[in-house]
């Protein structure tokens, strides 16, 4: 593959479609202007620090917000099922746990099962190859966040070695 073909490949898989400190920083009126209805959110690293249980004031300020903006919020997490219900709850919102991101198959079935269309939805996460891979397969727009905490797991630090790379790439 050229380099060319290469770039394309990346940027047709992991682009975001905008790039934030934290999901605070996010414009929402902008967001809905732009015809977006339905935020899917990711827990770990994005609404939560990673592993925690239950939802702080970070969070739950933030479900206030999009809700205030006028937006449907539901949770779209690889978590356990069990544990994105109960952070969910704490937080008023529905949530599908085990989704399988970079999977868009669960992500598709959720627009479908909340009826909104792919050109009304925007997935909210923190990692290109879960979160932003499933968006751009399933044709939806995608917010990448900054992760909110520093402290993360071996593997998931491979991951983001990788996705700095990527990052780069798609930048160049
Ligand atoms: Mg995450």
Not at 44 to 64: F, M, P, R
Not at 77 to 100: C, I, P, T, W
Request: charged residues 25%; glycine residues 6%.
């Amino acid at each position: 593959m050229t380099d060319h073909f290469m770039k394309q490949w990346l940027k047709r898989n992991f682009q975001p479609d905008y790039i934030t400190d934290g999901v605070h920083d996010i414009d929402y009126k902008d967001l809905f202007d732009s015809g977006i209805r339905l935020l899917l959110l990711d827990i770990d690293n994005t609404l939560a620090v990673h592993g925690s249980h239950e939802s702080d004031n970070y969070a739950k300020t933030a479900i206030e917000n999009m809700k205030l903006a006028g937006f449907s919020v539901y949770i779209l997490s690889n978590a356990r099922k069990h544990r994105a219900q109960s952070f969910a709850s704490g937080l008023g919102v529905e949530a599908e746990g085990m989704a399988y991101k970079p999977s868009p198959k669960i992500l598709l079935k959720t627009c479908e099962r909340l009826q909104y269309k792919q050109n009304e939805t925007c997935m909210i996460g923190d990692q290109l190859l879960t979160d932003i891979w499933a968006a751009r397969r399933a044709g939806v727009k995608s917010i990448l966040v900054k992760p909110r905490s520093a402290q993360e797991s071996g593997h998931i630090r491979i991951k983001r070695l990788i996705e700095r790379i990527i990052l780069k790439m798609i930048d160049k």
